[in-house]
C-alpha cells in the first residue's frame, strides 16, 4: 500500500479578502440603483425619518433644554425686578456721595463685628485697657431703611477708655469709618489733668438685622 501524501489547504488562502469601505460603498450604491423605483423612494424615506429621529434626539433636545434654561433665568430676573423696592432720592444722593451701602449682618455676627472692629482700633492705638458694655438699642424707624432688610435695630456698645488729647480724634475717626459700625451716638470727654489724660466715654452703634422675636413685634 503506497502513502499518498495529502494535500493541506493555506489557511490564508481559504479566508476571504477583505473589502475596502469604498467598494463597499460602490456594491451599495449598484444594489441601489438596481432596485425599482418606488422600492429606492421607500428606501429615502426610511433613511430620512431615521436622521430626523436622531437629530430630534440628541440636537433639538439640547436646544430645548437651553431654551428652557435661559426662560428660566429669565423669569427669575423679573422677579428680582419686580422685588426691588424704589429708593428715596436722598438714599440715591448718599450712596453717589458716600459709596454702596453694605447690608446689615444678622444680630449675632453684627455683635461680634462690633466687638472686634473696637478692638482693632484699641490695638491700632494702643490703648491700655478699655471697658465694653453691649445692649440693644430702639428700632431704627426710617422709611428707607426698609430697602436693606424689613427691620433693623441698634446694636450700641458703650466703651470707656483713656487717652491723650492727640491720640482722641484719630480713634474717633478710625471707629466712625470703620465698616462695622455705623456711627458714634454719644461721646462724652472728661479732663484728667493728673494723668494727662483724656477720660472717654463713647456709645458705638451697629445697625443689625432684628431677630425673628424682635421682628414680629
Do not use: C
Not at 454719644?186 to 431677630?211: C, F, P, Y
Request: no cysteine.
Amino acid at each position: 500500500m503506497t502513502d499518498l501524501p495529502t494535500a493541506v489547504p493555506d489557511a490564508a488562502a481559504a479566508k476571504p479578502r477583505s473589502r475596502s469601505l469604498r467598494a463597499q460603498g460602490t456594491d451599495l450604491r449598484a444594489r441601489f440603483d438596481a432596485l425599482p423605483s418606488r422600492q429606492r423612494w421607500l428606501v429615502v424615506a426610511v433613511l430620512a425619518v431615521a436622521g430626523y429621529l436622531v437629530v430630534d434626539e440628541y440636537v433639538w433636545s439640547w436646544s430645548r433644554a437651553w431654551q428652557a434654561e435661559s426662560m428660566q433665568i429669565e423669569a427669575a430676573l423679573r422677579r428680582g425686578a419686580a422685588r426691588r423696592a424704589p429708593a428715596s432720592v436722598d438714599l440715591a444722593r448718599a450712596v453717589a456721595t458716600f459709596g454702596p451701602v453694605e447690608p446689615p449682618a444678622d444680630a449675632a455676627r453684627g455683635r461680634e463685628e462690633l466687638a472686634q472692629a473696637i478692638e482693632d482700633v484699641a490695638k491700632a492705638h494702643k490703648v491700655a485697657g478699655y471697658s465694653y458694655e453691649v445692649r440693644v438699642g430702639p428700632r431704627v424707624k426710617d422709611p428707607d431703611a426698609a430697602v436693606l432688610a424689613s427691620a433693623i435695630e441698634r446694636i450700641q456698645a458703650e466703651v470707656r477708655f483713656d487717652t491723650t488729647a492727640d491720640e482722641l480724634p484719630r480713634i474717633v475717626a478710625d471707629l466712625e469709618s470703620h465698616p462695622a459700625i455705623e456711627a458714634i451716638s454719644a461721646l462724652r470727654i472728661t479732663r484728667n489733668d493728673q494723668a494727662r489724660k483724656m477720660s472717654v466715654q463713647a456709645t458705638i452703634e451697629a445697625w443689625v438685622v432684628a431677630g425673628r422675636g424682635r421682628r414680629d413685634r
